[in-house]
Nanobody, 123 residues
Framework: QVQLVESGGGLVQAGDSLRLSCVAT????????MGWFRQPPGKEREFVGAITWSGGSPEYAESAKGRFIIAKDNAKSTIYLQINSLQPEETAVYYC????????????????WGQGTQVTVSS
């Protein structure tokens, strides 16, 4: 069982940056690939990007390339999502997820979800 706890959401203005965190705990949490998803109001949840604990470059959805940065701190069992120049249409609940691989996460195959953190961007 893996537990994921996100933090760092809040109300920001358009153009601001924000860094979300996700702490992963539980047996064998290090064996999973980690990802970020978001769900805007009234829309489906969508893949943002993914990273592995063992190294390698993060993968991103096309819509996330350029302003989104995923990083990790293995010593803290924490992954991060830095979002720069936020726009109002990026208001969403942002979720941390764990899955078998980055490609499986991209395909929506998730083994564990966090509870989500709300990001609201005002214009």
């Amino acid at each position: 069982q893996v537990q994921l706890v996100e933090s760092g959401g809040g109300l920001v203005q358009a153009g601001d940056s924000l860094r979300l965190s996700c702490v992963a705990t539980g047996r064998n949490s290090w064996t999973y690939s980690m990802g970020w998803f978001r769900q805007p109001p009234g829309k489906e949840r969508e893949f943002v990007g993914a990273i592995t604990w063992s190294g390698g470059s993060p993968e991103y959805a096309e819509s996330a390339k350029g302003r989104f940065i995923i990083a990790k701190d293995n010593a803290k069992s924490t992954i991060y999502l830095q979002i720069n120049s936020l726009q109002p249409e990026e208001t969403a609940v942002y979720y941390c997820a764990a899955g078998a691989s980055r490609s499986r996460l991209r395909a929506g195959s998730v083994d564990y979800w966090g509870q989500g953190t709300q990001v609201t961007v005002s214009s």
